[in-house]
């Protein structure tokens, strides 16, 4: 190979891997008939696989190794297992051999390795997780999702200009709306490091995309087409969020089961529960990524199937396409080194 991978493929990660790994391939595979994947695992076990998916065979090169990075393995030793499948196609795209990289392993490993291994891009103080959602108006996009538990300022300024170039690639939006989550709507709300981020975003390239500040009712509203906030609290919003939808979807279940004239209404909106269903499926949000690091990192859920999968590496696949990551320079390049660090003040009720 003269030419870089397209993506590296961390064939041993997650709860059916590397089963659903090559059956999403073949998915991949077929989307993006020019694509090359470095895909990095077990031999012994890849090789069946193959066999019996053509186009992801066609597609793929193997990088054979035996060690794996276990789900339930804490970060700071990940960073010592040198020849996982996961740290050598992390290393593939620092070592420019590929332009991305998707696992669905250990989620802190992965947050772990990437940053120490890929690095920063330069002008972002800290990289953030970003996933598309789920909302009245459409998808949305949400950032950070738990890569940074506290976040100054600055920070909230960078997510902002990330999750704009993220919604623009991903999402095919020409002018994204933002909002800063909060704890009210008021100019007022909230803490020092919001109000700065707000005010710096109001005077920023960007100021006619912002709309100042949501609460949590927006995510799912659809108020903005992306939300900012620091990672705990987008971490607390997107499990509440899963939750709320399992609860709906075990509560449409006994609703309809409960008597026979139930379940003859089901029959009679059955297309309708259909198209809900395939709206809300998880699958379709899969492949939450890493942005501000120096190539494309994605992360699948681990619990997911080939078809998930497949959207991660759809996911990937955009990103690299449309140069997510010259787009941000571009976008930190305008904005300017204008955003003090601010200390995290208590917020205001």
């Known amino acids: 190979m003269t030419e870089p991978f ?37 031999e012994t076990r890849l090789g069946p696989l193959l066999a019996r998916y053509k186009r992801a065979a066609a597609a793929c090169t193997v990088q054979h190794t035996t060690e794996v990075i276990a789900g339930d393995l804490k970060p700071t030793a990940a960073l010592r297992v040198r020849n996982s499948s996961m740290r050598l196609a992390i290393d593939a795209v620092a070592g420019e051999r590929a332009f991305g990289v998707v696992s669905a392993g250990n989620t802190g490993a992965l947050l772990a390795l990437a940053k120490i291994v890929i690095k920063t891009l330069p002008g972002i103080d800290r990289p953030a997780m970003a996933a598309i959602s789920p909302s009245a108006r459409g998808d949305i996009v949400m950032l950070d999702l738990g890569a940074n538990v506290s976040c100054d300022a600055r920070n909230l300024v960078e997510f902002a200009i990330m999750g704009d170039v993220f919604a623009r690639t991903v999402l095919g939006l020409t002018a994204p709306t933002i909002g800063l989550l909060n704890v009210g709507s008021e100019e007022l ?47 607390v919003a997107l499990k509440t969020g899963e939750g709320a939808l ?7 279940r006994q609703v309809f089961s409960a008597s026979i004239a139930a379940k003859l209404a089901y029959l009679l909106a059955r297309p309708g529960l259909e198209r809900l269903r395939e709206w809300l499926d998880p699958r379709r949000y899969n492949g939450a990524v890493l942005i501000g690091l120096k190539g494309v990192v994605v992360k699948s859920h681990g619990g997911t199937d080939a078809i998930g999968f497949a959207h991660a590496v759809d996911v990937a696949m955009d990103m690299v396409v449309h140069r997510f990551n010259d787009r941000i320079r571009e976008g930190l390049l305008r904005i300017g080194d204008t955003t003090p660090a601010v200390a995290v003040a208590v917020p205001q009720s």
């Not at 397209?6 to 993006?32: C, F, S, Y």
């Not at 920023?204 to 620091?230: K, L, M, N, R």
């Not at 399992?246 to 449409?252: E, P, S």
């Open 6 to 42: 397209t993506l590296a493929i961390d064939a041993m990660g997650g709860d059916a891997a590397p089963d659903i790994v090559v059956a999403g391939l073949e998915l991949g595979a077929e989307r993006h008939p020019s694509a090359r994947f470095l895909l990095v695992g077990d």
């Open 189 to 235: 709300k909230g803490d020092d490091r919001i109000r700065l981020a707000a005010e710096t975003l109001r005077n920023s390239h960007i100021a006619s995309q912002f709309h100042g500040f949501v609460e949590g009712h927006d995510i799912a509203g659809g108020a903005v087409d992306v939300i900012v906030t620091d990672g705990f609290t987008g971490n």
């Open 246 to 252: 399992k609860l709906i979807g075990g509560m449409l």
